[in-house]
C-alpha cells in the first residue's frame, strides 16, 4: 500500500514539473515573440498608409502614418499658464471680423506701459499672452494689429505652413515664392496659406529627416555664418542632426524685420546674434520700426528673440537642443519618438528636465522660478526708467525743444527701449540665458537714465557699451 502511494505521488511530482517546465517554455517564448515584435516594432516605426510628397501639407494625412505625433501635435490647442508664462483661456464674444470665442489675456492690460513704450504702434492697441501651434495662424489673421495697420504677406513667412504656397507662388522656386508673397498685402497671402506650423515645414517626406524650410532663416543663417568666416552655410547639408533640432525652431522663433520696399523679411545676423550687435546693425543701416508718438525718437521693435537668446545661455553651450526641452523624447512601448506636444518644460518637467537633472520636479521648478522671478524684477525696474525718460522727452518737445537738441536723449531711448523690449518679447523671462538678460536690462536701465541727462544738457555725451560687439 505505501509502496503505491510513494508511486503516486512520484508520478504526481513529475507531472507537476512537467507542467511547471511547459508553463515556463510557453512564458520564454511568449516573451521572446514579444522582444522580437519590439525589435520589429522599433525597425519598423510607422506603417506606410498613404504616400507622402513634397505637396502633402494637412498634418492629418502625415497624422495616418505617424498617429502618436499627430495626437501630441493636435494638443498643442491646450491653454494653461505657468507661473510666468503660457495663456489662460479669456472668453469672448465672436464677431463677423473676428469668428475667435477664446483669446489670451491682454499683456497690455497686465502692464499699460508696455502701450508707453509702443505709443504710436500697433503692438500698443493688440499684445497677447503666447498660445500654442494650433493658434498661431488664427492669431496673426484676427488680432486687431491688423485693423490699424497694413500689415505685409511677409508676417505669413512665421504663422502658417509656407512651404507649398511659397513654390507655388514661384513657380516651384522656394526663394522666388517668398519674395512674391512678402509684397502682397496680408489679406492676400493669407488666402494662399491654409495651416498653421505643420509636419511638412519641418520634415522631409521621403525621409522623415529634420529639413529647415523658411527662407528667412536660409539666409539669416548664412549670414551670421559668413561673419564667422563660413561661406555659403547650408543648414540642409553642413548642419549636425543636434543643430537641426533648433534651427527647425529657429526658423521663426528670432527677431526680424521688413527690409526695403519689397518688404522682404530679413534676419539681421550680419553682426552677430546678441541684441547690442543686432542693434548696432540696425543702426548702421538706418533701420526704424516706427516713430515713436510721444517723443519723436525713431525706435525699434523686437520681436521673439527665443533662439538668439537660447544661443547665448548655458544649455545652448553644453549642446541641448530645444527640442530636448520642448519636444522631448518619450517612449511609447518599443517607440522613442519626440513629443510634439510643443509646450512649456515646466509642464513636463520629468522630460524635459530630469532627463540631464537628477533632482525632484519641485526643485527643478523652483529653480527656474527664480530665475524668472530676478529677470521679471530687473525688467521691471528698466521698464520704469524708460518710461520716465519718455516722460522727460515728451515734456521737452511739448516745451518746443529742437530735434537737434533732443537728438541724442532719442538715440539712447531707441537703444534702452530695443534691449529691454528684446528680453520683453523673448518667450522664457529670462531662462534662456539668465546673465545675458540681466547685462540688457542693466544696459537699458543706464541708457535711460543717460537718457534722462542728455534731456537736461543736450550737449551730454553718452556713454556706449560696445566691448562685446
Known sequence: MRASLRGMSRVAFLLGVAVLAALAAAATAALLVNVQERKQEARSPFFRVVELTDETQDPAVWGKNFPLQYDAYKRTVDQVRTRYGGSEAVPRTPT??????????????????????????AFAVDFREERGHAYMLDDQTFTERQQVSAQPGTCIHCHASVYVPYKKAGGGDLIKGFEVMNQMPYAEARTHVTYPVACIDCHDPETMALRVTRPGFLEGIRAYKASQGVADYDPNTMATRQEMRSFVCG??????????????????????L???????YYDENGHKDFVHAETGAAVLKAQH???????????????????????????????????????????????????????????????????????????????????????????????????????????????AQFLLDFVESENSNGFHAPQEAARLLTQSVDYARQGQLAVRDPAYEPRWDVSRF
Open 251 to 272: 526658423q521663426c522663433h528670432v527677431e526680424y524685420y521688413f527690409a526695403g520696399a519689397e518688404k522682404r523679411l530679413t534676419y539681421p545676423w550680419d553682426k552677430g
Open 305 to 415: 528673440p527665443e533662439f538668439e537668446m537660447w544661443n547665448q545661455g548655458i544649455h545652448a553651450r553644453s549642446g541641448v537642443a530645444c527640442a530636448d526641452c520642448h519636444m522631448p523624447y518619450q517612449r511609447v512601448g518599443a517607440l522613442k519618438i519626440s513629443d510634439h506636444h510643443v509646450r512649456s518644460p515646466m509642464l513636463n518637467v520629468n522630460n524635459a528636465c530630469q532627463t540631464c537633472h537628477n533632482f525632484p520636479e519641485e526643485e527643478l521648478r523652483e529653480r527656474v522660478h527664480t530665475i524668472q522671478a530676478r529677470t521679471v524684477e530687473m525688467r521691471d525696474r528698466a521698464m520704469d526708467a524708460l518710461v520716465a525718460l519718455i516722460g522727460d522727452l515728451k515734456a521737452a518737445r511739448d516745451a518746443g525743444r529742437t530735434d537737434e537738441e533732443l537728438a541724442t536723449a532719442r538715440q539712447l531711448q531707441r537703444r
Open 274 to 280: 546678441k541684441a547690442d550687435q543686432i542693434a548696432a
Open 96 to 121: 463677423n471680423a473676428d469668428p475667435r470665442s477664446v483669446v489670451a489675456q491682454s499683456r497690455l492690460e497686465e502692464d499699460p506701459r508696455l502701450r508707453t513704450m509702443w505709443a504710436g504702434y
